[in-house]
């Protein structure tokens, strides 16, 4: 595919996109169910084997605007634990402040929001594989990332620069499909993503200075053309959600206890991870 071919394709799913006014709405409720490993947990995925959980680590310019100290050991972890939260599996990654992880094709793809950016495939020895940019930037900083995740052989990347959802090729890198993140005026931060029979939910929120003001929502889009299927609202003292995966028809999220604007650990449920449940 050519770059013009990508952009055009990418023209066309924002076009095929709904109004928010036309999308269905619906609510929905978190319910805990364990705390994960020690650290800051921001990303999710489902696998056989159990569910995998990103660590988020705070360095350098990140760690200063967090007043946290600098971390002594900068790799961060891909924790595999089982459906009672018990750590099976270990993973260490040279990903810098992950926000987004995928599991697939026998590795572990860390997406990284902070220098050096980009995308680290690691295997399941945590040997580094490889570290790529989201395509069509920078070939040394292709922006940062809010999410991940693996479906049918291809790669999806919440891409926080392109500000939408690219599809890759894993072997040859090249980008196939693009989906712009939903409008509207009072959702103007995006997250996780997760697959759902055809379609793709994301984490979507707004703007606010801490846990009080906070809106989370969800946004579930049409994979083959983009469109605003539906909008969630979380019910009032929800979690503040970060990381999304779908397991046997159910979403799970985790309260990363960092969120930007807020003081640390600001909400309730910080470290947690949970259920989502529509009501």
């Excluded at 921001?42 to 959980?53: D, Q, S």
């Excluded at 990140?62 to 007043?67: L, R, S, T």
């Excluded at 397991?247 to 949970?274: M, Q, R, V, Y």
Aim: some cysteine; aromatic content about 10%.
């Amino acid at each position: 595919m050519t770059k013009r071919e990508f952009l055009t394709l990418g023209a066309l799913a924002g076009l095929s996109m709904a109004t928010p006014g036309r999308a269905a709405t619906r609510k929905a409720k978190t319910t805990r169910l364990f705390r994960s490993p020690q650290g800051f947990p921001n990303g999710l995925a489902a696998t056989p084997e159990g569910l995998w959980i990103a660590e988020q680590k705070l360095s350098g310019a990140q760690a200063a605007q967090y007043h946290l100290p600098e971390p002594k050991d900068l790799s961060e972890a891909a924790w595999l634990v089982d459906w009672n939260g018990k750590l099976l599996k270990t993973v260490t990654t040279p990903s810098r402040n992950t926000s987004g992880m995928a599991v697939g094709g026998g590795y572990v793809w860390m997406v990284a929001n902070a220098p050096p950016e980009g995308v680290f495939q690691v295997d399941m020895n945590s040997k580094l594989v490889s570290h790529r940019q989201i395509p069509l930037g920078p070939a040394n900083d292709g922006g940062g990332c809010h999410g991940a995740m693996w479906q049918d052989g291809k790669l999806w990347i919440a891409s926080l620069r392109l500000r939408g959802n690219l599809r890759l090729d894993p072997k040859t890198w090249a980008p196939e499909f693009f989906i712009p993140f939903y409008q509207a005026p009072d959702r103007v931060r995006y997250h996780d993503i997760t697959w759902d029979n055809g379609t793709i939910w994301q984490i979507v929120g707004n703007d606010s200075r801490n846990y009080s003001e906070g809106k989370p929502g969800l946004v579930r889009y049409d994979a083959a053309t983009g469109k605003v299927l539906e909008v969630v609202d979380f019910l009032p003292g929800s979690s503040d959600p970060h990381g999304l995966t779908m397991h046997e028809g159910k979403l799970f999220s985790c309260d990363a206890g960092i969120h930007p604007g807020w003081p640390n650990n600001d909400s309730p449920t910080s470290g947690w991870i949970f259920q989502i449940d529509f009501v």
